[in-house]
């Protein structure tokens, strides 16, 4: 009960000054629509999709994990910025809770995704894409424990490094191989065979095909499971990890 | 109210490949009594922040006990954290948010009801002479409007005791005599207040005990009263022109009220005597028999300065 109540304390101040910052309102709903408008057409001819609408189902969903993982990973530098006015000291000496503190962040951060992800999946249905409302849900959730996975890595790696300088390399070596070893842009069906097996140990690979498997209507696949599956697993770490952090981090 | 026992804290940081060892508190003894100004006075590097980190439950201490309002800090933090307020050094508010939304929230982290935590706002913004820019970001305030919202922070739950660490560092005369002012209010409120300094005045004027620490270690402890009295004397500044000075000189040495006499190179004497007030008039007395003229006398009493330079060998000034 009170962890909930400070994790919704938490979650409406970050919710507040979000909302109050008019460039980032923009940038957030701008960026994704630019991908789809710019990137999109030329997608049909690259993939020998038979439709535009085939190009978005792969497309789409590449597009919408590759927001989760860039949009959490990225939240480690507002955190930095809170160390440095003294906000989290402030926070840690109350009793309030550690994870609150952590989850707060994080869900704030789940929250914007998603309504990115509902404007570009809204957008995707005017090009002619069609997915059915119980699989949208499914690859939502996907998406969720996506970024709540990355936003709490990035916290809780913000507050191990303690600066921007250090944050913004360690991000970027993450978050290349990342990227391209989950085919993301481009699905992995076209590479070679050593490329697909490190793939494979790329857990956000697998995310990405459980969620183009729901955007094909393909719900009894096995890469639904296993995708919603590793997803959790890692959120939940994330989750457990950069919440000790909070609670332990000096200065 | 405080009570703490061997208090220690080391930190390990790197310079290139070495890792190096400081150990910034090294045992720290103190008691602090309720409703009282407790200061702790230090030159930079002594510790001061480092000690209040560990009190206020935001680092682990390596060794050592304390127990803090009744209670423990290593077995209950939880407990601590409730009844404490801190407010840190280096500021602790958020450029984009307004003060009442800064006090607002903050109590709420206290587990403070929302109408509630609305209502202490108003009245810490009043207290505080706030209100007028209460919901201004607080990134338009003064310095000075500044600091007195985050000690409104630290104070918004009614903690027993309130730690304040340099709240007055960077303000102007004027705002610190105010910041005195609202400091002697908690108290008067029924707070116990500890607050790190490292102006002598502040820690002479503020405090009603205070703890000079250097280095890691408390060396003085007590009233300013008292440990200036541990500096026997005081020091009595007989402004003289040089031609008249060795005579001077000659007149007042020997005289029993005296203890040591120390001629200045430009000219002049000083004094060492137990009871400034009394050797005044005597000290003009042997003059005028003496048929000297004299262009100024001073009297100058220990300081807590004096204090740290028998306790450390150096002077807080210079360090
Ligand atoms: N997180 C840290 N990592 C490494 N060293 C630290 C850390 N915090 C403090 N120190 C070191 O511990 C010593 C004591 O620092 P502290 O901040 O307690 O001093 P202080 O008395 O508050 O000084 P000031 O008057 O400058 O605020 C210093 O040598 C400082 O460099
Ligand atoms: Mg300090």
Known sequence: ?251 | MIETRGLRKSFRSRAGRETKTVDAVRGVNLEVAEGEIFGFLGPNGAGKTTTLRMLATLIEPDGGEATIAGADLRKDPAEVRRRIGYVPQGGSTWDESTAREELVLHARMYGIGKADAQQRASRALDAFQLTEYADRKCKTYSGGQRRRVEIALGIIHEPKIVFLDEPTTGLDPQSRAHMWDEIRRLRRDGMTVFITTHYLDEADALCDRIAIMDNGEVVAEGTPTELKREISGDVVLVGLDLAATPQAAQALDGEPYVNKLETADEGGLRLYVDEGATSIPQVLRRLDQAGLDLRSIELHRPSLDDVFLTKTGRSLRES
Do not use: C, H
């Open chain 1, 1 to 251: 009960m009170k962890f909930a109540r400070d994790t919704w304390l938490i979650f409406q101040r970050q919710t507040q000054l979000l909302l109050r910052n008019p460039v980032w309102v923009f940038v957030g709903v701008f960026q994704p629509v630019m991908y789809l408008l710019l990137f999109a057409p030329l997608l049909k001819p690259a993939l020998n999709a038979p439709t535009q609408a085939a190009a978005y189902k792969i497309f789409v969903p590449g597009l919408l994990v590759l927001l989760a993982i860039f949009g959490g990973l990225f939240q480690g530098f507002g955190l930095i910025a809170e160390l440095r006015a003294g906000v989290i000291e402030r926070s840690r000496v109350t009793p309030i809770s550690r994870l609150a503190l952590l989850l707060g962040r994080s869900l704030r951060d789940v929250v914007s995704l998603m309504a990115q992800a509902v404007i570009i999946t809204l957008l995707a249905l005017l090009f002619d894409l069609r997915v059915f409302i119980g699989d949208l849900l499914l690859a939502y959730l996907m998406l969720a424990l996506i970024a709540l996975m990355t936003s709490a890595v990035s916290y809780g790696v913000a507050l191990k490094v303690k600066s921007e300088d250090a944050l913004a390399p360690l991000m970027n070596t993450v978050a290349q191989p990342v990227l391209l070893l989950s085919g993301i842009l481009l699905p992995l069906t076209f590479a070679p065979g050593w490329l697909q097996a490190i793939a494979d140990w790329n857990p956000f690979s697998w995310a990405v095909d459980g969620t183009r498997a729901l955007f094909a209507g393909d719900l009894g696949s096995d890469k639904v499971w296993q995708g919603l599956t590793i997803t959790a697993v890692l959120a939940a770490l994330g989750v457990f990890w950069a919440a000790r952090q909070f609670a332990r981090s000096v200065r």
